[in-house]
């Protein structure tokens, strides 16, 4: 079977930065993903490493090392709206489905 | 540009009844679809995924079914509706171009409550 560990919950302050980790057991793999999802939203796309590094789209950065099968979501200088879930996601094949973590829930106080 | 249309929104039905969920695409052609469900609070569990019209991929055994009669179309049904099936549904397309690394992006959900 698949599996994906995240934690459930983090919390960080408003202006600080925070890493979301994430390992995975998966049969195959074919990249990690991230996504976000508000209360009572879809989930969207944040960011894909297929190889090992660091990924950057603005305040929030992407690593995988595929040798530890470890990845993580860095999010910085975080704002109030970046409260929400974030899950991450493992694709075992080129054509196969993301199977998705339970997902982390992030609260950003003040 | 691609989006994803998703009806109805929320849904309200009694344990045993029917249940018809749909699921478009637009602006692209031969798209990957796929079915998943969240339960409040949890992860997203895959239930069905096509590749193609006709062809319908099931991840989990339950009392659901999905067909793909159009290219772009992806209905989940129910002959008879459980407790259990209460969830947020969620839709999702990726496209064929550009391989495995391409996102799959949802719509914006059914949200499911049986009585």
């Known amino acids: 079977g698949q599996s994906l560990e995240q934690p459930s919950e983090v919390t960080a302050v408003e202006g600080a930065i925070v890493q979301i980790n994430c390992t995975y057991q998966?049969?195959?793999?074919?990249?990690l993903s991230w996504y976000q999802q508000h209360d009572g939203g879809a989930p969207t796309f944040l960011s894909y490493?297929?190889?090992?590094g660091l990924e950057e789209t603005g305040r929030f950065s992407s690593f995988l090392s595929r040798s530890d099968s470890y990845g993580y979501l860095l999010l910085q200088e975080l704002q109030m709206k970046d409260s929400a879930s974030y899950f991450c996601a493992v694709r075992t094949s080129g054509n196969t489905p993301l199977v998705f973590g339970k997902g982390t829930r992030l609260s950003v106080i003040a | 540009s691609q989006t994803i249309h998703q009806w109805p929104a929320t849904l309200v039905q009694p344990v045993g009844s029917p249940l018809s969920l749909e699921c478009t695409v637009e602006?692209?052609?031969?798209?990957?679809l796929y079915w998943y469900r969240q339960a409040a609070g949890r992860g997203l569990q895959l239930l069905f995924y096509s590749v193609g019209i006709g062809q319908i991929s099931s991840e989990v055994p339950q009392n659901l079914s999905a067909s793909r009669p159009q290219d772009r179309q992806f209905i989940l049904s129910s002959k008879k509706l459980l407790l259990s099936d209460s969830g947020f549904y969620l839709c999702a397309w990726k496209g064929r171009e550009g391989g495995g690394n391409q996102p799959q992006h949802f719509g914006d959900g059914t949200r499911l409550s049986i009585l």
């Open positions: 602006g692209t052609s031969n798209p990957n």
């Open positions: 998966t049969s195959g793999f074919y990249g």
């Open positions: 490493n297929g190889l090992d």
